[in-house]
Nanobody
Framework: QVQLVESGGGLVQAGGSLRLSCVAS????????MAWFRQAPGKEREFVAA????????NYANSAKGRFTISRDNAKNTVYLQMNSLKPEDTAVYYC???????????????????WGQGTQVTVSS
């Protein structure tokens, strides 16, 4: 079992920045690819970014490229999402997700992730 707890969400003006954190407990964190997803009201959950076990490879949604950075600190069992130049359309609940340890690809489908946090709300005002 893996437990994931997100934090760092909040209300920010357009153009501002936020840093989300996700702390993992349970099975070895460093053996899993990690990802961030988001879900806005009335919309499906969508991929934002993913990072491999070592942190050396990342994958981003087009909407996140150039503005968001995913990183991880395996010593702290934590994955981060630095979000800059935020836009009102970034408003959503952001979820941290962990893949099964045998998964090597950085998948963009939520079906490929086994464990999820409770989410943290990000609201960007115009």
């Amino acid at each position: 079992q893996v437990q994931l707890v997100e934090s760092g969400g909040g209300l920010v003006q357009a153009g501002g920045s936020l840093r989300l954190s996700c702390v993992a407990s349970g099975r070895p964190f460093s053996s899993r690819n990690m990802a961030w997803f988001r879900q806005a009201p009335g919309k499906e959950r969508e991929f934002v970014a993913a990072i491999n076990r070592s942190g050396g490879t990342t994958n981003y949604a087009n909407s996140a490229k150039g503005r968001f950075t995913i990183s991880r600190d395996n010593a702290k069992n934590t994955v981060y999402l630095q979000m800059n130049s935020l836009k009102p359309e970034d408003t959503a609940v952001y979820y941290c997700a962990a893949a099964a340890p045998w998964i090597t690809a950085l998948h963009t489908s939520p079906r490929e992730y086994d464990y999820w946090g409770q989410g943290t709300q990000v609201t960007v005002s115009s």
